[in-house]
């Protein structure tokens, strides 16, 4: 349904995991040096917390089987004689990795310490950690690196008036680490972040003028949807679709660097949403957004200012023209450019001779070049018979309309032949106007299909369920929900092709999910059928 979600409070599910219900777990190592290559473990400590609250702590010495540096010790306090009679490691590691859970790991400079304990766990044939993890040097860099002279531990605890100084043995580091860890996250509750999805990409997050724009997007839920971004006086910037509304919106201020989107959150004041029953709904619902706001940054998906159609001249002997607007006896469109339109008409001529000269039959003292080149069969020279004519043309009805192998095949065998004589830049142009072609008429048949069949009620895979009139969405269901629409309309007179690219495209996108396999028709007040035939489609040998 396209009805607005503003001012509703969402559930936690919905905005991501709160911060205060995560498990976190801090832990320091100490080591015999600094490559997990060849060094080992002396000394595990961790604290595991909630909410704030320390639940847990770990701490245990480690033999490492062999000899502490001198430097080591210098630095740790830990000498040979203190872990003789340590546990060794094939101990220590599964009672702490059965401390640790599915904790979100925390540490200072965490790389350096799971380097050790991967390196731990796969010479022991344990499966590595595959936990979260948050990294304070990288989150102190991104919120007090101005505050403070370097981002060292024993710096950042005095920063945050740490009780336990960090002295570079495992369990004090790492109850020092968890108390700069809080005082981290209070930090990032004053930028808008309030979820552990946020806080993982945090770190990461560049354009620091943009990034308190965040809090732009508290409301959003984690639910399919379109976006749209609004500027000062409440014009729509941009819209965008999303499956997951709260994650793609929040990418936008985690370090996109294009120029676009530096100008685009600039100029941001406010997000709008729209809430989707499922992807279809979404897709099509920002399709209509874009065509109703026209918004200046959405530069690919703007409808076009001018539509073109093929169609044939009303003339004795009728050519192809190409021409703005459907118009009367149209038979292929609407192309986004002209140029998406020459490339279907020279399709067509590729594959039947129809008459490219403009003047008059019988106006010329000779043929015409396309005549003479054999290309084409033209009046111009007066010599041409109109029912010899009107059978190419019936073959471009039928080719159209019932039989497109008449229209593709003899652009197929173009390309293969023009392949083996190596004329490969002729063969690539030959296979782009076969599939400009295909697509026009596969196109033409979804429109022609969806508006024959009346009103149509289509449900996917998970119980989403559409209805479908005249080509266009009525409504989108959530699984369960009924639909409250009569199915026994009657079918509205429809034209044979789209009036507009919009159109056009909503109907691709309904046949797309309709025709891809996991998706049955319900119910449908009209006929819903194809011609026999089917669009052929180039293959790779």
Known sequence: MLTAEAGIQRSFDELGTPLFDVTFCVFDLETTGASAADCLITEIGAVKMRGGEVLATFQSLVDPGKEIPAFITVLTGITTAMVVEAPPIEKVLPTFLEFLGDAVVVGHNIRFDLSFLNAASRRLDYPTPANRSVDTVALARRLVRAEVRDLTLKTLANHFRSPTPPIHRALDDARATAHVFHGLLERVGNLGVTALEDLLQLPTARGAPHYRKLRLTDGLPSKPGVYLFRGRNREVLYVGKAANLRTRVRS??????????????????????RVCANALEAELVELRLIDAHLPRYNRRSKPPRTTYYIRLSREPFPRLVLGRGPGDGALLGPFRSKQQGEQVMSALWDALPLRRCKGKAGSRGGACAASQMGLALCPCDGSLDSDR??????????????????????????MQRLAVEQRYEEAAWARDRHLALATAIERRRAWQALTAGGRIVLEGVDGDRIVVESGRLVVALAPGEPTGLPLDSPISPSTPLPMT???????RLIWKWMTSGSVVVVACTGTLCLPVTPVPVLRAA
């Not at 936008?252 to 949403?273: A, M």
């Not at 004519?389 to 173009?414: H, K, M, N, Q, S």
């Not at 690219?501 to 109907?507: L, R």
Request: aromatic share 10%; glycine share 6%; net charge negative.
């Open 252 to 273: 936008y201020f985690y370090g996109d660097e294009r120029r676009s989107i530096n100008d685009l959150l600039t100029q941001l004041v406010e997000v709008d949403h």
């Open 389 to 414: 004519y009107r059978t190419v043309v019936a073959a471009l009805f039928d080719g159209i309309e019932r039989r497109p192998t008449t229209l593709l095949d003899p652009l197929a065998e173009r």
């Open 501 to 507: 690219v919009g159109e056009a495209e909503e109907a």
